[in-house]
């Protein structure tokens, strides 16, 4: 399968963890995004990295949130200290530069 | 800054029945529009989109889209729907932001009764 992945597809968490999630893009697109979409809503643009430079960022993206693409290939997302409100499916989309975002299954985070 | 309206959360339409999802957008330039499909537990498939020229787009699995600047609509259609179709319908918009970061509508959850 040579589209988005992303692990683990499911992750319930207790308040106050730490959690972190990983995104593979099509192996040959160098932009990367990762969305949010609660219960009822469309997805939300949390942040962007053209190779590894993280370009932009939601204002969404609280402190405790963090993203990496170190190589400009795979990117994780890590919450610190979860909060309920952080309950949310935590979509990864792909691109070769301005094209079609491709975009991969999710993880569906619950904070107990 | 952008936005997207999706004015209906839940529309049912009968099998083989003809399909119209509605969008407004508001954004300050010309638009580059999008309609994803979202199925439970799969990721958002691309139907169609809109750049430029003819303002009426054909997408896959038999689905169309009119973009009138006019009415800043971005209409989904398709002729008979099928069962299959029932599904979220996500029409989206890119961000004036140059980074091509999608602003999505809240979604239109599309039953199909037989």
């Known amino acids: 399968d040579t589209g988005v992945s992303q692990n683990p597809r499911h992750k319930i968490t207790k308040r106050g963890q730490n959690v972190t999630f990983r995104c593979d893009p099509i192996?040959?697109?160098?932009?990367l995004y990762w969305y949010r979409q609660t219960l009822g809503q469309g997805p939300e643009f949390l942040t962007y990295?053209?190779?590894?430079?993280?370009?932009?960022k939601s204002r969404l993206l609280s402190d405790r949130f963090s993203a990496e693409r170190p190589k400009g290939s795979f990117s994780t997302l890590e919450i610190q200290r979860t909060e309920q409100g952080d309950s949310a499916m935590y979509l990864c989309?792909?691109?070769?530069?301005?094209?079609?975002?491709?975009f991969g299954p999710g993880t569906r985070l619950t904070v107990l | 800054a952008q936005s997207v309206t999706q004015p209906d959360i839940h529309i049912t339409v009968s099998e083989g029945a003809s399909l119209e999802l509605r969008c407004n957008y508001s954004?300050?330039?010309?638009?580059?529009l999008f309609w994803y499909v979202q199925s439970p537990g799969q990721g958002l498939q691309l139907l169609l989109k809109?750049?430029?020229?003819?303002?009426l787009v054909q997408g896959i699995k038999g689905f169309e889209a009119e973009f009138k600047r006019s009415q800043s609509s971005f209409n989904l259609r398709k002729p008979s729907v099928h069962w299959s179709d029932a599904a979220e319908y996500f029409c989206?918009?890119?961000?004036?932001?140059?980074?091509?970061?999608?602003?999505f509508g809240k979604g239109t959850m599309l039953l199909v009764s037989p």
């Open positions: 989309a792909s691109s070769l530069d301005n094209n079609e975002q491709f």
């Open positions: 192996s040959e697109h160098n932009r």
């Open positions: 990295f053209q190779n590894e430079a993280q370009l932009e």
């Open positions: 954004y300050g330039a010309t638009p580059y």
């Open positions: 809109y750049f430029s020229g003819d303002t």
């Open positions: 989206a918009v890119v961000s004036n932001s140059g980074y091509s970061t999608l602003t």
